[in-house]
């Protein structure tokens, strides 16, 4: 317990920041469209995918065999979410184009 | 000024960390403001893109400047081999995919985070900090951080393989009381235990592996069971709710590296995928417990009501029907969407609009397998955007619309979600089919919808079938309405 206390008067700033983003992402989203629904949970899916930085540490810093396939795993599992998280909604969005009226 | 002049001297300050910590504040900033133009029509392309540039500098970032205890990125020739085959792979699922698989692929992609999570906490558990556990033990905040994620983490990685297994059609829902105590024991023992792995005190962790695993195993059977009995309708809530899980280790990341994109980038999407979750769950008028237990066919009561005849109609009848009527309003449903037939219903908008008269597209929130995803369709096929209109707004104007055609469409025009308290759909806002004059229902068969309930609305007096593959019956109406 004592060990947690500490930590967060330590990283008080991170704390500070944790807070205030939660409220941020509140904020950002809370008046969206149905019609955006999925685009909007592909759109953060894709963001949650900065997970891979993480990834990229681990191998940058990997040293044995297992370590560096684990870490190659990881980055690849990463590229994925991100990649295909970014392109699936941007093909989504592709459909909100507005159309040239056409007779 | 003594006192800073000294500070900056204890400080190690290199350019390098410094403007990498920029490059994060730039990154982060990119994705606040992508996400929020990602929540306007109009925007929402450049939103994305926004936050794509985000990630791109955060990863070069990482990659050029990234330093641990004074330690360069190193393994080049790995990290761009990964990078590289998971941009291709990723980019030619994305692209290659069909338009009705979208939320498949949304759940797949976010099982994909899920397990990077877990795999950057199994790889630093042995590096929980020394200092750190000769102060403090294992009740330290990196071990509950590395706990977290790999706990979270499995579950969104398996719980989103199930989900897309589920909208797949490849899993059945398994739905029983057992399940639901199997669960809470399961979760129980989770919290149990990793209560007990950070009571430990000072110990090497590496010892502690063996139970890591352990731990490991349990939530990846978790998050299994987790998303087994939740019912199909409500799988993009869960969807939504996993994604959610995933940002939150994302920012768990953020902590045990101390990086700033991954904090913020992860928080983000934790409390906007939360938002998210419970607006979808507003959506069908459920609250977000209802949807985790599974409240869906839980009691199983429901009455076998009077049915009466079914009436079925010819696509020559239909195309009449719809030549003459003033207002149409067309239901889509997720039937449209399998037979691909998007295209079709906007051709028949169109020939139909030639003839005076009006065709609506009433959009149900959960149409399709996700919210929004109707609307994704039917815009695909150049159906124009102030064609769509939401449930409600369809509602209002229903009781002056002449003919309602049904595409494919079961659950969300069931009328006992209105009527009878003990359908497990009940409280559900649906389209009110039923107050149009007339009531066409164009479906494969006599098949149960998604939530595999009895629809009361096809066996109305005012309402006829047409069965068959939606494709192919539109297209013989089309034809009909082409002639006439």
Same mark, same amino acid.
């Given at each position: 317990m004592e060990g947690i206390l500490e930590f967060i008067y330590v990283n008080a700033e991170t704390t500070f920041g944790i807070i205030l983003s939660i409220f941020l992402g509140i904020e950002v989203i809370s008046?969206?469209?149905?019609?955006?629904h999925t685009p909007l949970m592909s759109g953060a899916n894709a963001m949650s995918g900065v997970v891979i930085i993480g990834a990229i540490i681990v191998l940058g810093h990997a040293d044995s065999t297992f370590n560096i396939i684990m870490g190659f795993l990881a980055v690849f599992l990463g590229t994925l979410n991100v990649v295909g998280g970014f392109v699936v909604t941007d093909r989504m969005l592709e459909m909100f184009k507005k159309k040239p009226k056409k007779d | 000024m003594d006192k800073l002049i000294e500070f900056s001297k204890n400080v190690q300050f290199t350019l390098g960390d410094s403007v990498l910590e920029i490059i994060y504040l730039v990154a982060s900033i990119l994705f606040i403001v992508g996400l929020k133009m990602l929540s306007h029509p109009e925007s929402a392309k450049r939103g994305n893109l926004y936050a794509a540039a985000g990630m791109i500098i955060a990863i070069i970032g990482t990659l050029v400047l990234h330093k641990q205890d004074g330690e360069r990125i190193k393994n080049f020739e790995f990290i761009f081999g990964a990078l590289a085959f998971g941009l291709v792979v990723g980019w030619i699922i994305a692209r290659k995919v069909k338009m009705t698989k979208m939320p498949e692929l949304v759940s797949f992609f976010n099982g994909m985070g899920g397990a990077v999570a877990t795999i950057i906490a199994i790889m630093e558990f042995p590096n929980i900090d020394k200092e750190l556990l000769e102060v403090h033990g294992m009740l330290n905040f990196e071990a509950l951080v590395i706990f977290l994620s790999l706990v979270i983490g499995s579950v969104s990685f398996t719980g989103s393989l199930v989900a897309f297994g589920k909208l797949d059609g490849l899993v059945k829902d398994i739905r029983s009381k057992v399940l639901r105590y199997i669960n809470i024991v399961l979760l129980l023992s989770i919290t149990g235990f990793v209560a007990y792995l950070m009571t430990r005190g000072n110990i090497n962790p590496s010892d502690l592996m063996p139970y890591v695993f352990v731990l490991l195993g349990v939530s990846l059977i978790y998050g299994v069971l987790f998303v087994m009995p939740i019912g199909g309708a409500d799988m993009p809530v869960v969807i939504s709710l996993l994604n959610s899980f995933t940002g939150l280790t994302a920012a768990m990341g953020g902590f045990l590296y101390n990086n700033l994109a991954m904090l913020t980038g992860g928080i983000l999407v934790g409390s906007a995928g939360m938002i998210l979750t419970i607006l979808m769950c507003k959506a069908m008028n459920r609250s977000l417990f209802s949807v985790i237990v599974g409240a869906?066919?839980?009691?199983?009561?429901a009455i076998e009501s009077e049915q009466g005849l079914i009436k079925e109609i010819s696509e020559t009848d239909l195309a009449i029907l719809l030549s003459y009527s003033r207002k149409v309003v067309v239901i889509p449903g997720y039937g449209l969407a399998v037979a691909q037939a998007q295209f079709l219903a906007h051709e028949l908008e169109e020939l139909l609009n030639d003839k005076g008269v009006e065709v609506k597209f009433a959009i149900h929130?959960?149409?399709?397998?996700?919210?929004?995803h109707m609307n994704v369709l039917l815009a695909e096929a150049d159906?124009? &955007?102030?064609k769509l209109v939401e449930s409600d707004k369809a509602n209002e104007d229903m009781d002056n619309v002449d003919v309602a055609v049904v595409i494919g469409a079961n659950d969300v025009v069931n009328p006992a979600a209105e009527?009878?308290?003990?359908?497990?759909? &009940?409280g559900m806002p649906i389209v009110r089919a039923l107050k149009a004059k007339n009531v066409i229902v164009l479906k494969r068969g006599m098949g149960k919808g998604y939530a595999a309930i009895e629809n009361n609305l096809f066996y109305h007096e005012k309402t006829r079938m047409l069965f068959g593959n939606a494709k192919d019956t539109l297209q013989r109406v089309i034809k009909e309405v082409d002639n006439i």
């Amino acid at each position: 317990m004592e060990g947690i206390l500490e930590f967060i008067y330590v990283n008080a700033e991170t704390t500070f920041g944790i807070i205030l983003s939660i409220f941020l992402g509140i904020e950002v989203i809370s008046h969206v469209p149905a019609v955006l629904h999925t685009p909007l949970m592909s759109g953060a899916n894709a963001m949650s995918g900065v997970v891979i930085i993480g990834a990229i540490i681990v191998l940058g810093h990997a040293d044995s065999t297992f370590n560096i396939i684990m870490g190659f795993l990881a980055v690849f599992l990463g590229t994925l979410n991100v990649v295909g998280g970014f392109v699936v909604t941007d093909r989504m969005l592709e459909m909100f184009k507005k159309k040239p009226k056409k007779d | 000024m003594d006192k800073l002049i000294e500070f900056s001297k204890n400080v190690q300050f290199t350019l390098g960390d410094s403007v990498l910590e920029i490059i994060y504040l730039v990154a982060s900033i990119l994705f606040i403001v992508g996400l929020k133009m990602l929540s306007h029509p109009e925007s929402a392309k450049r939103g994305n893109l926004y936050a794509a540039a985000g990630m791109i500098i955060a990863i070069i970032g990482t990659l050029v400047l990234h330093k641990q205890d004074g330690e360069r990125i190193k393994n080049f020739e790995f990290i761009f081999g990964a990078l590289a085959f998971g941009l291709v792979v990723g980019w030619i699922i994305a692209r290659k995919v069909k338009m009705t698989k979208m939320p498949e692929l949304v759940s797949f992609f976010n099982g994909m985070g899920g397990a990077v999570a877990t795999i950057i906490a199994i790889m630093e558990f042995p590096n929980i900090d020394k200092e750190l556990l000769e102060v403090h033990g294992m009740l330290n905040f990196e071990a509950l951080v590395i706990f977290l994620s790999l706990v979270i983490g499995s579950v969104s990685f398996t719980g989103s393989l199930v989900a897309f297994g589920k909208l797949d059609g490849l899993v059945k829902d398994i739905r029983s009381k057992v399940l639901r105590y199997i669960n809470i024991v399961l979760l129980l023992s989770i919290t149990g235990f990793v209560a007990y792995l950070m009571t430990r005190g000072n110990i090497n962790p590496s010892d502690l592996m063996p139970y890591v695993f352990v731990l490991l195993g349990v939530s990846l059977i978790y998050g299994v069971l987790f998303v087994m009995p939740i019912g199909g309708a409500d799988m993009p809530v869960v969807i939504s709710l996993l994604n959610s899980f995933t940002g939150l280790t994302a920012a768990m990341g953020g902590f045990l590296y101390n990086n700033l994109a991954m904090l913020t980038g992860g928080i983000l999407v934790g409390s906007a995928g939360m938002i998210l979750t419970i607006l979808m769950c507003k959506a069908m008028n459920r609250s977000l417990f209802s949807v985790i237990v599974g409240a869906f066919g839980g009691g199983g009561v429901a009455i076998e009501s009077e049915q009466g005849l079914i009436k079925e109609i010819s696509e020559t009848d239909l195309a009449i029907l719809l030549s003459y009527s003033r207002k149409v309003v067309v239901i889509p449903g997720y039937g449209l969407a399998v037979a691909q037939a998007q295209f079709l219903a906007h051709e028949l908008e169109e020939l139909l609009n030639d003839k005076g008269v009006e065709v609506k597209f009433a959009i149900h929130p959960v149409a399709g397998r996700m919210p929004g995803h109707m609307n994704v369709l039917l815009a695909e096929a150049d159906v124009s &955007y102030e064609k769509l209109v939401e449930s409600d707004k369809a509602n209002e104007d229903m009781d002056n619309v002449d003919v309602a055609v049904v595409i494919g469409a079961n659950d969300v025009v069931n009328p006992a979600a209105e009527e009878d308290p003990s359908s497990p759909i &009940y409280g559900m806002p649906i389209v009110r089919a039923l107050k149009a004059k007339n009531v066409i229902v164009l479906k494969r068969g006599m098949g149960k919808g998604y939530a595999a309930i009895e629809n009361n609305l096809f066996y109305h007096e005012k309402t006829r079938m047409l069965f068959g593959n939606a494709k192919d019956t539109l297209q013989r109406v089309i034809k009909e309405v082409d002639n006439i």
